[in-house]
């Protein structure tokens, strides 16, 4: 049974840091790529960052590029996101989401085949 696992979420002021991990069981994990969703208040899931499986290629969207950091450890079944310089508008449920096979760019929701349960970041102005 696949089973994914975040956690290091939760307040944070603004300007501040969060590292949230995510630790993988139940399958081949250097099979997939990794990725990081958020869904804030209103508003539709969105994609963050992934990592790739083979070349641990990494991609961001627009609105975290240069203030967050995806990586991933493979002898640890772990994925991680440094958030830094965190705003208010990064307030969101977090999710990992996993995607078997090579990922070129963020996938849309439909397109990962696992997700974690999800766990609340919230940026006080």
């Known amino acids: 049974e696949v089973q994914l696992v975040e956690s290091g979420g939760g307040l944070v002021q603004a300007g501040g840091s969060l590292r949230l991990s995510c630790v993988a069981s139940?399958?081949?994990?250097?099979?997939?790529?990794i990725c990081w969703f958020r869904q804030a208040p209103g508003k539709e899931r969105e994609g963050v960052s992934c990592?790739?499986?083979?070349?641990?290629?990494?991609y961001y969207a627009g609105s975290v590029k240069g203030r967050f950091t995806i990586s991933r450890d493979n002898a640890q079944n772990t994925v991680y996101l440094q958030m830094n310089s965190l705003k208010p508008e990064d307030t969101a449920i977090y999710h990992c989401?996993?995607?078997?096979?090579?990922?070129?760019?963020?996938?849309?929701?439909?397109?990962?085949?696992?997700w974690g349960k999800g766990m609340l970041v919230t940026v006080s102005s």
């Open positions: 139940g399958f081949t994990f250097d099979d997939y790529g």
């Open positions: 990592i790739n499986d083979s070349d641990g290629r990494t």
């Open positions: 989401a996993l995607t078997e096979g090579t990922i070129a760019t963020i996938p849309p929701t439909y397109g990962m085949d696992y």
